[in-house]
C-alpha cells in the first residue's frame, strides 16, 4: 500500500500534456461482463467468466489485432446478467459500429469479428474506464464522468477496464471514430464531449487522440487546431509522415491545402504514469518546430 497522491493528481500538478498519447487500435471488441473485476478483467474475474474461457478469448481477439475491452452497464447491477457485444471499426472514412447480445458468455468465443453477427449500430458507444482495480483514479473519476454522460445518453455509455494512460483518468473512447479523451471528469460539461460528436465535431482540450493514427499524426492535428481553431473530426486527414534525424515531418490536409508539420521528439522527466507504479519512467513527448501552409 501507499498514500502517495493518485497519479491523476500528480499529472494535472505537472500540466503533463495530453495530445498524442491515444492508444492504438484500428478494431475494437467490448463485450459486457457485468459484475465486480479484477485486475485483468477476462482472466480475474471467475465469478463472471471462466478464466480459461477468457484466456481463449482475449488471445483469440489479439491475435488479429483488435483491441479487446470489458464493458459494463454504469450505475446498479440488474439481477439478471446480460450479454451484450459491439465491434467497432475505426479507420478514417470507414468507420462503422456493430451491435449484438448472445446467450452465455461462452458464445463469444465465436462471434464474427467483422461484425457481421450483429446489426450496425447508428448511435455512438461511449466506454469511460472505471476498472477500480487496475487503478484507483480511474474508480475515483471514471465513476463520476460516465454518470454525469449517461444521464443524457443512457444507452450510450459504458463503464469499461483499462484503456491506457491512467494519469489522464477520466479516459473515455468514442466509438466508432476510435476518439479517445482524457480528465473527462474536469470538463465542465462532460456530456458536451459527447454532443459535439453528434454533429462531427471535437473538443481538442480534452483529446488525447485518434486511435486509428499514429502518435506523430495525432501530435501534428493538435498543432494545427491549437491554431486555427478547426475541431471538425475529419478534418487535417494525414497526407505523408516522414521520419528524419530527430525530425519528423507530417503533411495534413488543410482548408486551403497541404498543411506541413514538423515535430521534435523530447522525453519528460521521470515520473510514476499509475497509481500502481514503482518506478519512474521517462514517456514520449512531441514538440511543434514549424507549421507551414504549402
Known amino acids: 500500500m501507499t498514500d502517495r497522491r493518485p497519479c491523476s493528481d500528480q499529472a494535472l500538478e505537472r500540466d503533463d500534456p495530453m495530445f498524442a498519447t491515444a492508444s492504438a487500435g484500428f478494431s475494437w471488441l467490448l463485450l ?3 459484475g465486480a473485476w479484477g485486475h485483468s478483467v477476462f482472466l480475474n474475474s471467475p ?3 471462466d478464466p480459461t474461457l477468457g484466456r481463449s478469448i482475449v488471445r483469440r481477439v489479439e491475435a488479429t489485432g483488435m483491441r479487446i475491452v470489458a464493458i459494463r452497464p454504469p450505475g446498479r447491477r440488474s439481477p439478471t446478467p446480460r450479454w451484450r457485444w459491439f465491434i467497432a471499426h475505426s479507420e478514417p472514412g470507414a468507420e462503422k459500429l456493430f451491435r449484438g447480445e448472445v446467450d452465455h458468455p461462452a458464445q463469444y468465443l465465436d462471434l464474427a469479428l467483422d461484425g457481421s453477427d450483429g446489426a450496425v449500430s447508428t448511435d ?3 466506454a469511460v ?12 473519476r471514471g465513476r463520476a464522468a460516465t454518470s454525469a454522460i449517461a444521464a443524457e445518453y443512457p444507452e450510450s455509455t459504458w463503464e469499461c477496464s483499462h484503456l491506457g494512460g491512467d494519469r489522464f483518468a477520466a479516459t473515455m473512447l468514442v466509438l466508432p471514430h476510435g476518439l479517445c479523451y482524457g480528465r473527462v471528469d474536469s470538463a465542465p460539461d462532460p456530456a458536451e464531449l459527447v454532443r459535439r460528436y453528434t454533429v462531427g465535431r471535437l473538443d481538442d482540450a480534452f483529446l488525447r487522440g485518434r486511435t486509428s493514427l499514429p502518435h506523430a499524426v495525432q501530435a501534428a492535428q493538435h498543432f494545427v487546431r491549437r491554431e486555427t481553431g478547426d475541431d471538425r473530426i475529419d478534418a487535417l ?6 521520419r528524419g534525424d530527430h525530425r519528423i515531418v507530417v503533411r495534413l490536409r488543410g482548408r486551403t491545402g497541404p498543411v506541413e508539420v514538423t515535430l521534435a521528439e523530447e522525453l519528460s522527466d521521470p515520473l510514476l504514469s499509475t497509481c500502481s507504479a514503482h518506478v519512474a519512467g521517462r514517456v514520449r513527448q512531441f514538440v511543434l518546430v514549424s507549421m507551414n501552409v504549402l
Not at 129 to 140: M, T
Open 47 to 49: 465469478k463472471i467468466i
Open 129 to 140: 474506464c472505471a476498472h477500480g482495480k487496475h487503478d484507483q483514479c480511474c474508480a475515483v
Open 237 to 242: 486527414a494525414p497526407i505523408d509522415v516522414q
Open 32 to 34: 459486457e461482463l457485468p
Open 124 to 126: 455512438p458507444l461511449i
